[in-house]
């Protein structure tokens, strides 16, 4: 529990003291404190907004993600949030919404997504597949469910306001919102998940790195952002329905996500370099969202906004001794792809269980370091995918001619189409995206050099190399591999190397892990890993393999940080 009223050597007397204090209630912060919640570390997340996000901003959840939300008992919940269940989830490209259709990736709906996933395999073997759904949706789904735990404090309408740390803990103010009053508060660790903003980065002096600045025809420049209810779309919108709408001419580029399925949608129009959108007004989202559908449909502005495309951004470092950034505050994405959210979410779960293994004594402080080993790379790398995916929609170029009638216009469109369609399958089938992220160059995971995977967008190649995700296979048609694994650490192993894992496993738990064995059909276990076994961590990355361990104490000291079980506190 989060303890109030205690008095540090310092003579400021500290009002709340607590191991992990979080700045930021978005994606990264909530995550953050499931994870935390289900270990029982207590932590206070803090953030002056009035609740969880009112804008849909996120449109995406990836399958990576569905997966993590599914470790921690969430990944139904999250899935019957959103579109509903027979919604169509499709992108499709026109000139304008009731004009041309060019192209279309046709994506399966919730409910399909449900029943299909168990029979897929290759690059898509997975426990989950993506989900359509508004990121406004998931932050207030996390943030009920990090209330449970009554280890965990969450303060909407508070800031965190200043820090300093010492090599023993981090001594914060926290300030609501109005600036009316402060608490001191006393943590263990500091994370800030405070947006692309970041005051703790900006404390820090950390400066982001990479490239911004891209100015594209579509995703490069100034975007305007309208949430809008207009019910009578689906009455005059003339195509199949799908999830994603993309209007392609030369006088508004726009996508549009469906929030609901029942009539709201987030709206996103790039501004031409001479336009001030700073003083449009109604009016003008109106005629915005004219130009780009080619309806005149009645819509109710619910809210409008300007954001900015074309970074690239991955902060220099990731920490300073007992405080970390995460999420947005340590990278910045074009949108393309939908990799933001899901990023920072990921280095929730990278900081979750190794924040927790260290409070609890069980980890050595140094295991720490490894985060920003770990995750700062997967920063580039995700940034990067995002910019390829800017670069081959936002540079197409779409001209006047493209909404010419006849044969002229017919032909272009048809070409159009062409580049869109190998577009879209680019930038929304990517399973090598969100399940081939990779931590070979982490001290804590036993990498083969020679085995590691082509880190491919669109193809996955799994592999049991440690440094990767484990993985996955269906044990039977509603149970995967996953749904087995210990929630922190697990030896997985076929019957003919258990006595072994159970050795190594008990090595483990005599260092205070919690560690379980898993024994595999040996008709289940993929053909080149015969006979071998592997530790896979709490994030389901697997960190070791091998047949026999020689040195198991050396095997956790590595892949936890494990201390040997005489070392002191
Ligand atoms: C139009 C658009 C579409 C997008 N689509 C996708 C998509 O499909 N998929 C995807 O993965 N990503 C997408 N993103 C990106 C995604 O929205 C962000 O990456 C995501 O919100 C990052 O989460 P976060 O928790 O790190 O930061 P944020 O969501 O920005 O949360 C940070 C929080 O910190 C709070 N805060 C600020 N200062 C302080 C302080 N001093 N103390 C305490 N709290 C503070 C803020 O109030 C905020 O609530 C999109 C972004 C945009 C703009």
Redesign the pocket.
């Known amino acids: 529990m989060i303890s109030s009223t205690a008095t540090t050597h310092h003579r400021t007397p500290i009002e709340i003291q607590v191991d992990v204090l979080v ?7 909530l995550m953050l404190a499931n994870e935390l919640g289900l270990r029982g570390v207590p932590c206070l997340v ?4 009035a609740t969880t996000a009112f804008n849909p ?4 959840t990836q399958a990576r993600t569905m997966e993590h939300f599914r470790r921690i008992g969430m990944s139904s919940q999250i899935r019957a949030l959103g579109l509903p269940a027979e919604h169509p989830t499709d992108i499709a490209y026109f000139t304008r919404f009731a004009k041309h259709e060019l192209a279309r990736l046709r994506l399966p709906t919730a409910e399909q997504a449900t029943r299909q996933i168990s029979k897929m395999s290759g690059s898509w073997s997975a426990a989950e597949l993506p989900h359509r759904v508004s ?1 406004k949706f998931v932050e207030a789904a996390l943030r009920t469910n990090a209330e449970r735990f009554a280890t965990n404090q969450i303060r909407f309408g508070w ?2 306001k200043e820090f300093v740390q010492t090599p023993e803990c981090v001594h914060a103010v926290i300030e609501s919102a109005d600036g009316s009053s402060s608490i001191p508060v006393q943590a263990k660790y500091l994370v800030g ?5 970041s ?1 703790v980065r900006a404390q820090l002096g950390i400066e982001y790195g990479g490239a911004t600045g891209f100015q594209r025809q579509f995703m490069g420049g100034k ?1 305007f ?1 309208i949430y809008l209810r207009a019910p009578d779309f689906y009455k005059f919108f003339p195509h199949d329905i799908a999830w994603m709408y993309v209007s392609v001419n030369h006088e508004r580029r726009v996508f549009m996500a469906s929030v609901d399925g029942r009539g709201e949608f987030a709206f ?1 129009a790039a501004v031409h370099p001479d336009e001030t959108p700073e003083s449009w007004t109604h009016e003008d989202a109106l005629r915005i969202f004219r130009e780009a559908s080619g309806m005149d449909i009645p819509i109710e502005v619910l809210s409008t906004g300007i ?1 900015i495309a074309g970074h690239s951004l991955v902060a220099g470092k990731y920490q300073e001794d007992r405080v970390f950034i ?4 340590a990278h910045l ?1 074009t ?1 393309t792809g ?7 979410v990921g280095d929730a779960v990278n900081l979750g269980w190794k924040l927790a293994s260290v409070i609890k004594g069980l980890s050595h402080p140094s295991l720490m370091d490894s985060y920003e080993m770990e995750r700062r790379p997967i920063g580039i790398r995700n940034t990067g995918y995002a910019k390829h995916f800017a670069d081959s929609v936002g540079l197409f170029a779409a001209t006047e001619d493209l909404e010419l009638a006849g044969p002229t216009g017919d032909n272009l469109r048809r070409l159009a189409g062409e580049v869109l369609n190998a577009h879209a399958r680019r930038e929304f089938n990517i399973p090598g995206v969100t399940f081939g992220e990779r931590y070979d160059a982490s001290p804590l995971v036993f990498s083969d050099p020679m085995d590691i995977p082509l880190d491919s967008a669109n193809e996955y190649l799994p592999s049991s190399n440690p440094g990767g995700r484990l993985p996955h296979f269906w044990l039977s048609e509603s149970c995967s591999l996953y749904d087995k694994l210990n929630f922190e650490w697990t030896v997985l192993c076929t019957e003919q190397s258990s006595r072994h894992a159970a050795q190594l496993a008990a090595e483990g738990r005599a260092a205070g892990l919690s560690v379980e064995v898993l024994v595999i059909p040996a008709q289940l276990w993929s053909a080149p890993d015969d006979g071998r076994m592997l530790v896979v961590r709490p994030d389901q990355m697997v960190a070791w393999r091998g047949t026999a361990a020689a040195h198991p104490r050396e095997i956790w000291a590595r892949v936890a940080g494990a201390r040997p079980a005489s070392s002191p506190g």
């Open positions: 700045a930021g209630a978005g994606p990264c912060g803090v953030d002056p907004k901003q996120a449109n995406a990121q800031r965190l998940a405070d947006g692309a903003r005051r975007m952002a996103h954001w995460a999420g947005d505050a994405f949108p939908g990799l933001g959210y899901n990023t920072a």
